[in-house]
């Protein structure tokens, strides 16, 4: 997957301190922090706080402040991880359980195909009823932020979104999304990098906040009601990162759609004579060339 190119890319995109002080890191540990001491207990917490010397309280600001920045930045950090987590690259003994979700989720994809192929007989014969259409423009979104191969299917709905956009160019194009597309990138013009890593870093900061909702869960230990407040958290957080995949996802393909022709001008390969099959064979040679080192003309 694209994941590990985009962990050196989302470097150069770091937040603002605001930003990373007060964003997810310091929920999670003013939370926390609310929890352990009690509400209840907060304004005397606050007075004995009020009390110490200038100087005392300006080290526990500066040790709160150094926490807050080093523990955003360790998550930061593992954002990749968990990208891969919420696609559903689930690791042992999880990965069983992946199986099984994703044999259910393509008898649910095959049942939302048929209903897509009613409907679109329907419409052909002018019958759609006006609750008919709605479901068919939903239904028509729904395939193209879905892998069109049942086999390329992932266990989550994130998942699914990425992984039909790194699928695309090569069933379009016959070219491999994750093998080229840091040269892709190296040839792209600066604003369209730009919104490729603008969107990119919208998703990445759902993921880190979904995982400051799963590290919530450790106040259980303080508070046996803190999973709730954690499942809450990782749910909203989760959704928002499904909602931001969709726009990067769609950037990435269009990205192929639009600028992949780059690839072969700067690899002095030749151009497709044609769009359709002879296009698909030039561009699985091309990925051949840049996978091993293969010559072979474009079968």
Do not use: C
Not at 17 to 34: I, K, N, Q, S, T
Not at 242 to 250: C, H, I, K, L
Request: no cysteine; glycine share 8%; aromatic share 12%.
């Amino acid at each position: 997957m694209l994941t590990s190119f985009w962990e050196s890319v989302g470097e150069g995109l770091s937040q603002q301190w605001v930003e990373r002080l007060f964003g997810p890191a310091f929920l999670f540990w003013a939370g926390g922090l609310v929890l352990w001491v009690g509400p209840a207990n907060l304004p005397a917490a606050w007075k004995r706080l009020s009390a110490l010397p200038v100087a005392t309280q300006s080290a526990v600001l500066i040790g709160a402040l150094l926490v807050l920045a080093g523990s955003s930045r360790l998550m930061e950090a593992l954002r990749v991880p968990l990208l891969r987590l919420l696609e559903g690259y689930w690791p042992w003994p999880l990965s069983y359980l992946a199986v099984g979700v994703v044999a259910v989720r393509q008898k649910w994809v095959l049942r939302q195909r048929r209903r897509w192929s009613a409907l679109m007989l329907k419409r052909e014969e002018g019958a759609l009823t006006w609750q008919e259409r709605r479901e068919l423009a939903r239904l028509e979104a729904w395939r193209g932020s879905t892998p069109r191969d049942l086999e390329d299917l992932m266990p989550t709905r994130l998942g699914d979104i990425l992984r039909a956009a790194e699928t695309r160019p090569r069933q379009r194009y016959g070219l491999d999304a994750v093998l080229l597309w840091p040269r892709l990138w190296l040839l792209l013009p600066d604003h369209v990098r730009e919104d490729l890593a603008a969107a990119r870093a919208g998703l990445d900061r759902m993921v880190v906040a979904w995982g400051w909702g799963l590290l919530f869960a450790v106040w259980t230990l303080v508070w046996p009601w803190a999973w709730a407040l954690a499942l809450a958290w990782m749910g909203v957080a989760y959704a928002l990162a499904v909602q931001a995949a969709q726009p990067f996802a769609d950037l990435l393909v269009a990205t192929f759609d639009t600028h992949r022709w780059l690839l072969y001008e700067a690899l002095r390969w030749p151009l497709p004579a044609q769009s359709g099959e002879p296009e698909i064979a030039a561009g699985e040679a091309l990925t051949r060339y840049i996978q091993r080192g293969m010559l072979d003309e474009p079968r």
